[in-house]
């Protein structure tokens, strides 16, 4: 069974003017640094580290966006905005849950489409030069 796509690069297109280079170095940078803030926010919250939570949420909510990661949009706002203002710490566990979820299965996904785009970048370039 094929799994829901989690993201859409409708937005990066339009950003970068379906400039084909430049979102493949999107999708590069997000795959380096998503994993790593993931598990930055995954040790501030195993040591309740608030505000340490707060300030990646912060950070990952820039890809979330970018990648038009849906399932997770709103959670990552309620996360960072919860850990920064101390409040509703109860919905906390779930929705670090979720987010590590719903991220590590859209990483997997972005890692597909990052060999789909790199085969269709060079092989265009390939038949260039021919």
């Known amino acids: 069974m094929e799994s829901k796509k989690l993201f859409d690069l409708t937005n990066l297109n339009e950003m970068l003017g379906d400039d ?8 590069k940078i997000f795959l ?6 993931l598990n930055e926010l995954n040790k501030c919250y195993q040591k309740n580290d608030l505000q ?24 990552i706002r309620r996360l960072e905005n919860n ?13 670090v ?17 990052k060999e789909i785009l790199h085969k269709k970048l060079y ?5 260039a030069k021919a």
Do not use: C
């Open 52 to 75: 340490g939570v707060s300030k990646l949420a912060h950070k990952l909510k820039s890809s979330v966006d970018i990648f038009a990661i849906v399932d997770i949009k709103q959670d």
């Open 32 to 37: 380096q640094a998503t994993p790593e803030s």
């Open 123 to 127: 092989q265009n370039e390939d038949a």
């Open 20 to 27: 084909k280079k430049a979102i493949l170095q999107m999708v």
């Open 83 to 95: 850990t920064r203002d101390n409040i509703n710490l109860d919905e906390v566990p779930q929705l």
């Open 97 to 113: 849950e979720k987010i590590n979820t719903t991220l590590n299965e859209a990483i997997k996904q972005v890692e597909q489409e």
